[in-house]
């Protein structure tokens, strides 16, 4: 298989197990910490397994990746989707933000990824680009289509993002709030 897997494509339960292991060691431990040898025997299968399922660990990575935004764009927008249009759902993408790390000690993903991978041509980096652009995207969106707002809104998530975790920031989340406040408010 390619770096252009089908995230379409049903797994087999194999693959599953494959999936789900190397998305927790490549959270947990980080991506070029974590060997094949590892995943297989956590998923409970063999490396040729992996190999036939997948093709290569950067395809997995990639996958990993993939997946992971989609669950993260599907929590976002389910979470907003519950906020009456406006400033508030402007608003409610820290909110959401706040919950998705509480339960995400290593923070945000894509910035560990992109700070293995970031550089190369490692089929996962579009992939982190990807989200990135879609999280910006969301902003734009929210904010009626108005690009420069939705740029700025993203900013202030994306560096609140880093300093939570990365910056030992408990509070940079809130106080990107207050900042996104009076930017539309302002």
Same mark, same amino acid.
């Given at each position: 298989m390619s770096a252009d897997f089908d995230l379409?494509?049903?797994?087999?339960? !194999? #693959? +599953?197990? $494959?999936? !789900?292991? !190397?998305? +927790? $060691?490549?959270y947990r431990r980080g991506i070029r910490a974590v060997g094949v040898d590892l995943i297989a025997d956590v998923a409970g299968t063999t490396k040729k397994t992996l190999y036939d399922r997948f093709g290569s660990k950067d395809t997995l990575v990639a996958l990993y990746l993939r997946r992971r935004a989609q669950r993260w764009q599907a929590f976002v927008r389910a979470y907003v989707e519950g906020v009456p249009p406006g400033r508030d759902r402007l608003l409610a993408v820290f909110d959401a933000l706040a919950e998705w790390l509480a339960e995400q000690d290593r923070g945000c993903a894509f910035v560990n990824?992109? !700070? +293995?991978? #970031?550089g190369t041509d490692h089929p996962g980096v579009p992939v982190i680009r990807a989200e990135k652009a879609a999280t910006r995207a969301l902003f734009a969106e929210l904010a009626d289509g108005t690009e420069e707002l939705g740029a700025q809104l993203y900013l202030l998530y994306e560096g609140a993002n880093v300093a939570v975790t990365a910056g030992g920031q408990p509070d940079a989340i809130a106080h990107a709030r207050r900042a996104a406040t009076r930017l539309l408010d302002g």
């Open positions: 379409d494509q049903r797994l087999t339960p !194999a #693959g +599953e197990r $494959l999936l !789900a292991a !190397a998305a +927790e $060691l490549f990824a992109h !700070a +293995e991978i #970031g």
